[in-house]
């Protein structure tokens, strides 16, 4: 089983919906980001989080530490949100980051 | 432009070849990170270096190594190249060892044939 699951793997949604993303985890954390990558590849970092919740724009992740639970949310989608949205983890004081498999957001005009 | 430049963008070697990725932080930042991303595997975490010393390791093969210098910039040396090592590297930098923020670079695509 890996240590992070994201659900689902694929999403298609058609323009203006609201969008949820989950992400669920085994290990201990310090810290979640949520990534984002679009099809040219690059890696953008959205959110980090340790707790709560953070919103930057039409974007809103939360965390539940007790659930070992994380949703990112996306508002009003726009094709241009097409991208893999990847969640990771980060462990006690190590910095290195263990990843979900991401999951696929198609938004259609 | 998340500040972080790698290079090259592209490589195309044969198999048993070797190779180097170079990796510049962003400025300030003494922590690099290198990461695989395969498509079965999806990303891996290799290899962590914080102000020229390592300072942790994860599925990284024997056949590659990595160092970083003095001016905080990083080579990732693959070598006895094979067909599985075929996968886009990415390296990302961090102003800390711990829970920071990390800045992913744009990735090098190593095909190899």
């Known amino acids: 089983k890996n240590e992070v699951e994201q659900s689902p793997q694929n999403l298609t949604a058609q323009e203006g919906e609201f969008i949820t993303i989950n992400c669920s985890y085994s290990?201990?954390?310090?810290?979640l980001h949520w990534l984002q990558q679009h099809p040219g590849g690059g890696i953008v970092s959205l959110f980090m989080?340790?707790?709560g919740k953070k919103k930057h724009g039409r974007l809103i992740a939360t965390i539940n530490i007790q659930e070992k639970h994380s949703s990112l949310h996306i508002t009003a989608s726009h094709p241009r949100d097409s991208a893999v949205y990847i969640c990771?983890?980060?462990?006690?004081?190590?910095?290195?980051?263990?990843f979900g498999k991401g999951t696929k957001l198609s938004v259609k005009p | 432009d998340s500040g972080v430049t790698q290079t090259p963008k592209h490589l195309i070697t044969a198999t048993g070849q070797r190779v180097t990725l170079r990796c510049s932080p962003r400025?300030?930042?003494?922590?690099v990170y290198w990461y695989q991303q395969s498509l079965d595997q999806g990303l891996q975490f290799l290899i962590q270096?914080?102000?020229?010393?390592?300072?942790a390791k994860g599925n990284i093969l024997e056949r590659f190594s990595a160092q970083q210098f003095p001016d905080l910039h990083s080579e990732l040396n693959l070598s006895s190249l094979e067909l599985g090592d075929s996968a886009l590297y990415f390296c990302?930098?961090?102003?800390?060892?711990?829970?920071?923020?990390?800045?992913f670079g744009p990735g090098t695509r190593l095909t190899v044939t």
């Open positions: 990302a930098s961090s102003v800390g060892q711990g829970a920071y923020e990390q800045y």
């Open positions: 290990v201990g954390i310090s810290a």
């Open positions: 989080l340790s707790s």
């Open positions: 990771a983890v980060r462990r006690g004081s190590q910095g290195n980051l263990i």
């Open positions: 400025s300030g930042d003494l922590s």
């Open positions: 270096y914080y102000n020229g010393e390592e300072r």
